[in-house]
Each structure stands twice: as C-alpha cells, then as structure tokens.
C-alpha cells in the first residue's frame, strides 16, 4: 500500500485534459480527501486465488497479471473475506480518492494520464498490449509511486455513478442511489483517450469483463 496525504484537488475535465474531455467529466470541480493508503498496483491473480481459492481471470496463467473478469459484487465477497483474515478494513476506492491518487496526490504534476504525458510509458492500452493484460508494475509509476493507474485493467470504485456538481465536496462518496458503478482508468483494450485520469467508465454491479479489475484503499 502506499501512503497518499490528504488534500484539495480539481477533480474532473482540467486544462490538462484538453479537448478529449467527455461531458461525464463535466464540471470541474474542487475536492478535499482526507489521509488514506492505495494499493501500489493492481490486486493480482495470486492474490485472489490466496484468498478466494480460484482464480476468475480471462487471462489466467499469469499470477502477478492483474485479476480481472471480476464484477464489483465478486469484489465486495473478496473484501469481506480478505477482511475477515486480516482483521483489517480494506475497500475499493472512491471515485475522488482513486482520482486524486492517479493525478498524484499532493505530488502532482499536472500529468494527462497516471505519471506522464505519455500515455506509452504508463498504460498498456490498445496501441501496446497485444491484446492482454500485462504483469503489475512494468510500466513507470505515477508521483506517489502507483502503477498501472492507467491502463492495463480498468478500476472498479465504490461510487455509483452520478453527475459531478459544481460546488467544491469534501470525501465525496458519488450518488446516494443508483443501477451502475464507477469504473476508472482505462484498460488494455481502450484508446489514449480512455486512459486519462480524468476518464469515468461505469457498469452494472454484475458486469464482469476481461478488462475489469480493482485495487484497494486502507
């Protein structure tokens, strides 16, 4: 886990973002989290199969590749479980935390993507993945030393889906009701564009996919 300090950011279609800002990610606005930690990559198919004992993954084979084809209802059983063998609290991110995290915290340096300009040195995405997920932590890691923010799978958060506000928030915790989740970016499959920090994906609970997994907050 990494260590990411609390603090006030611009969450959602910034300058740097430019002209390839969707309307989801509209208004910017300001928001405040408070002090949490962040898986430093993506939970693996290792990890899953140590506490579920199986392994869901489409490509499967690959233990330090990131579990996915995980909807967010598997991940809340893995949650519970992990939970209950830790005697910890671990839990998917909110939709702000997970995005405060991929700019950089408090590190920030006004990247596009998850650590650069450069989506190729950060992201396995459609250009560079031959057509897989990849094992965590091969491509550079972002300010606060995060990796594979975007690309390789998309991110389950714990938000449901909801249009911003343009008032500022603080720990933001998404719509109070809804039928689809947030999911955040971009994967092996998606253009640059989709692997922006700024980018919103969503998916009914249930939804599982090849190009769907998770990290976790503590």
């Keep these: 886990m990494i260590y990411v300090q609390g603090g006030t950011f611009t969450m959602g279609c910034t300058n740097e973002q430019g002209s390839d800002c969707y309307d989801s990610e ?9 002090s949490y930690s962040i ?3 993506e939970v693996t198919q290792a990890q899953w199969r140590a506490v ?18 995980v909807s967010w209802d598997d991940i809340q059983g893995f949650i ?27 590190k ?19 250009d560079n993945s031959n057509s897989k997920t990849h094992s965590v932590g091969q491509k550079s890691p972002n300010e606060l030393g ?36 947030v999911l955040r970016g971009g994967s092996w499959t998606t253009r640059a564009r989709n692997c922006r920090s ?12 090849s190009a769907f997994g998770f990290r976790l907050v503590l």
Aim: glycine share 12%; hydrophobic share 20%.
């Design 80 to 106: 519970r479980k992990l939970n209950s063998q830790t005697g910890k609290t671990y839990r998917l991110p909110t939709e702000a935390e997970w995005e405060y995290a991929a700019r950089g915290g408090n």
């Design 108 to 126: 920030s340096r006004g990247y596009k993507y998850a650590g650069s300009n450069d989506v190729g040195s950060v992201a396995w995405y459609d």
């Design 146 to 181: 995060i990796y594979d923010m975007s690309g390789n799978v998309w991110e389950w958060c714990s938000d449901w889906d909801g249009a911003y506000s343009s008032s500022s928030q603080s720990n933001p915790k998404g719509a109070s009701s809804g039928t689809i989740r």
């Design 52 to 69: 579920m004992g199986s392994n869901p993954s489409h490509f499967s084979g690959c233990d330090n590749c990131p579990v996915e084809n």
């Design 26 to 34: 509209k208004p910017s606005h300001s928001v405040t989290v408070s």
């Design 198 to 209: 700024s980018i919103r994906g969503n998916c009914p609970p249930d939804a599982r996919d």
């Design 39 to 41: 898986g430093k990559y």
